[in-house]
């Protein structure tokens, strides 16, 4: 029996966010479960459900599933996003490595003190424009398809306009050199699921705050400063 | 035409080392280039064999491939030591990624100030027996098997006796309360691919040296 998707994690973006996107892209509907208290923490950890004690943790057909990209790979493969051979899933690994890595230095930020926050924005500006959106404009504008990879949506173009709209809150412009990640964006943003994730009401989750931040540090007793990258 | 996969890496383990026993343990052999200036460094940049300007990087079957995560896959993929179903490589998947965290902390050990080291080998410590080891005790506790999935040699025991290896460089006696994984590590390290690979003369590399740490350092230097 398959039952119910359910995602365990703050009520905040995260490392959830990735996954709440590709199941949202795949047309899948989810419960969530926020964690709020430290005690509710604690007794998931003694529930032995988080394999490494960590979130996120998603429970899906039968499994408890933890490390993000261990789901997302599942999510990937079983609705049809992971490309249809080998090849094709290491293009997709390859591009999704790299928006990880860019969203990766947004993850931080939240964390950060006000002075490190400058600093921050402008080093995921730079990275952005210079080492990761040239990269999938060339992509797109050499094969001149819809899709980064064999003429099909996968999970490489989910995570790439997740990674886009994410350095946009941070540069509203950051796209102003990039006319084929414009058109992308335009693009896979009015795919139906997509579009459905975009408007106000979905589980999406918002910019994090220092509400979010608060209740992170609160929950995993995570009280240590944060550096900037 | 194929030909051996060619690794273009520092001459040591860094972020390169858990592909090399991937490749050994599927018994494929590897060609490697080593990076030891900076002048090396920003030719391959000017040339545009790196994606996102970072190594690894592994030329096989026509691709060039970065991104450590998206070679090992291929890797594991290619060679059939992936599972055998989506559950079994979602198992895998788990696995490894929580092996990686572990080897993540271990990876940037020699690069930390030297007032931070033993509070970092500490940190070591406590994960391992704490967090990472309990769990593969308690998997092949529980199904009683040589493999920790499905019953077959896969990906996640190379990851597996990767880590408890280097680990016990830093902490000998790290296994004492893990008796399932001392019988692991034997059963591994014996296997013929692996046990090759662990021989002198493999492409095995040694644990980091300042020799190490110094060339790194140079060819990041901005």
Same mark, same amino acid.
């Given at each position: 029996m398959a039952g119910k998707t359910k995602l365990y994690y703050f009520d905040g973006r995260g490392k959830m966010e990735s996954i709440r996107w590709l199941l949202a892209a795949a047309g899948v509907e989810f419960e969530e479960e926020f964690l709020e208290t430290r005690e509710q923490y604690e007794k998931l950890l003694q529930s032995g459900y988080l394999l490494f004690q960590q979130v996120p943790m998603v429970e899906i057909d039968g499994m408890k599933m933890v490390q993000t990209r261990a789901i997302l790979n599942y999510i990937a493969a079983k609705y049809n996003l992971y490309g249809k051979d080998l090849k094709e899933r290491a293009l997709i690994d390859m591009y999704v490595g790299g928006t990880e890595d860019l969203m990766g230095f947004i993850l931080l930020f939240p964390f950060l003190s006000a002075e490190d926050k400058e600093k921050q924005r402008a080093f995921i500006v730079q990275k952005a424009t210079s080492r990761y959106f040239p990269v999938y404009e060339k992509i797109l504008k050499d094969h001149g398809q819809d899709f980064l990879v064999g003429n099909n949506f996968s999970w490489a173009d989910v995570h790439l306009l997740e990674a886009i709209l994410m350095v946009e809150e941070k540069?509203?412009?950051?796209?102003?050199?990039?006319p084929r990640l414009q058109a992308f964006k335009a693009r896979i943003s009015s795919i139906p699921t997509i579009k459905k994730f975009l408007e106000p009401g979905s589980q999406r989750k918002p910019v994090p705050d220092d509400k979010y931040v608060e209740t992170v540090r609160r929950v995993l007793r995570m009280y240590h400063d944060v550096k900037a990258n | 035409m194929s030909g051996k996969p060619r690794l273009t890496y520092f001459? *040591?383990? *860094?972020?390169?080392e858990a592909i090399r026993w991937l490749l050994a343990a599927a018994g494929v052999e590897f060609e490697e280039i080593f990076l030891e200036t900076k002048e090396q460094y920003e030719k391959i940049i000017k040339d545009g064999v790196l994606m996102f300007q970072q190594v690894p990087l592994v030329e096989m079957d026509g691709m060039k491939m970065v991104q450590t995560r998206a070679i090992l896959s291929y890797i594991a993929g290619k060679y059939n030591l992936y599972g055998k179903d989506f559950k079994e490589r979602a198992l895998i998947d788990m696995y490894v990624e929580g092996i990686s965290d572990l080897m993540q902390m271990i990876l940037i050990f020699p690069f930390s100030p030297p007032e931070a080291k033993e509070k970092n080998l500490d940190s070591v410590k406590e994960r391992a027996t704490n967090r990472y080891f309990p769990v593969f005790e308690k998997v092949l506790k529980q199904h009683g098997q040589d493999f920790l999935v499905g019953n077959k040699f896969s990906w996640a025991d190379v990851q597996l006796i990767e880590t408890i290896l280097a680990v016990e460089e830093k902490i000998p006696a790290v296994l004492s309360g893990f008796p399932q994984l001392q019988a692991f590590k034997i059963r591994m390290s014996n296997m013929p691919t692996i046990k090759k690979f662990l021989q002198p003369g493999s492409p095995r590399k040694p644990p980091p040296d300042e020799h190490y740490i110094e060339t790194v350092l140079k060819i990041f230097k901005k």
């Amino acid at each position: 029996m398959a039952g119910k998707t359910k995602l365990y994690y703050f009520d905040g973006r995260g490392k959830m966010e990735s996954i709440r996107w590709l199941l949202a892209a795949a047309g899948v509907e989810f419960e969530e479960e926020f964690l709020e208290t430290r005690e509710q923490y604690e007794k998931l950890l003694q529930s032995g459900y988080l394999l490494f004690q960590q979130v996120p943790m998603v429970e899906i057909d039968g499994m408890k599933m933890v490390q993000t990209r261990a789901i997302l790979n599942y999510i990937a493969a079983k609705y049809n996003l992971y490309g249809k051979d080998l090849k094709e899933r290491a293009l997709i690994d390859m591009y999704v490595g790299g928006t990880e890595d860019l969203m990766g230095f947004i993850l931080l930020f939240p964390f950060l003190s006000a002075e490190d926050k400058e600093k921050q924005r402008a080093f995921i500006v730079q990275k952005a424009t210079s080492r990761y959106f040239p990269v999938y404009e060339k992509i797109l504008k050499d094969h001149g398809q819809d899709f980064l990879v064999g003429n099909n949506f996968s999970w490489a173009d989910v995570h790439l306009l997740e990674a886009i709209l994410m350095v946009e809150e941070k540069k509203s412009d950051v796209l102003s050199g990039f006319p084929r990640l414009q058109a992308f964006k335009a693009r896979i943003s009015s795919i139906p699921t997509i579009k459905k994730f975009l408007e106000p009401g979905s589980q999406r989750k918002p910019v994090p705050d220092d509400k979010y931040v608060e209740t992170v540090r609160r929950v995993l007793r995570m009280y240590h400063d944060v550096k900037a990258n | 035409m194929s030909g051996k996969p060619r690794l273009t890496y520092f001459n *040591g383990r *860094g972020r390169m080392e858990a592909i090399r026993w991937l490749l050994a343990a599927a018994g494929v052999e590897f060609e490697e280039i080593f990076l030891e200036t900076k002048e090396q460094y920003e030719k391959i940049i000017k040339d545009g064999v790196l994606m996102f300007q970072q190594v690894p990087l592994v030329e096989m079957d026509g691709m060039k491939m970065v991104q450590t995560r998206a070679i090992l896959s291929y890797i594991a993929g290619k060679y059939n030591l992936y599972g055998k179903d989506f559950k079994e490589r979602a198992l895998i998947d788990m696995y490894v990624e929580g092996i990686s965290d572990l080897m993540q902390m271990i990876l940037i050990f020699p690069f930390s100030p030297p007032e931070a080291k033993e509070k970092n080998l500490d940190s070591v410590k406590e994960r391992a027996t704490n967090r990472y080891f309990p769990v593969f005790e308690k998997v092949l506790k529980q199904h009683g098997q040589d493999f920790l999935v499905g019953n077959k040699f896969s990906w996640a025991d190379v990851q597996l006796i990767e880590t408890i290896l280097a680990v016990e460089e830093k902490i000998p006696a790290v296994l004492s309360g893990f008796p399932q994984l001392q019988a692991f590590k034997i059963r591994m390290s014996n296997m013929p691919t692996i046990k090759k690979f662990l021989q002198p003369g493999s492409p095995r590399k040694p644990p980091p040296d300042e020799h190490y740490i110094e060339t790194v350092l140079k060819i990041f230097k901005k």
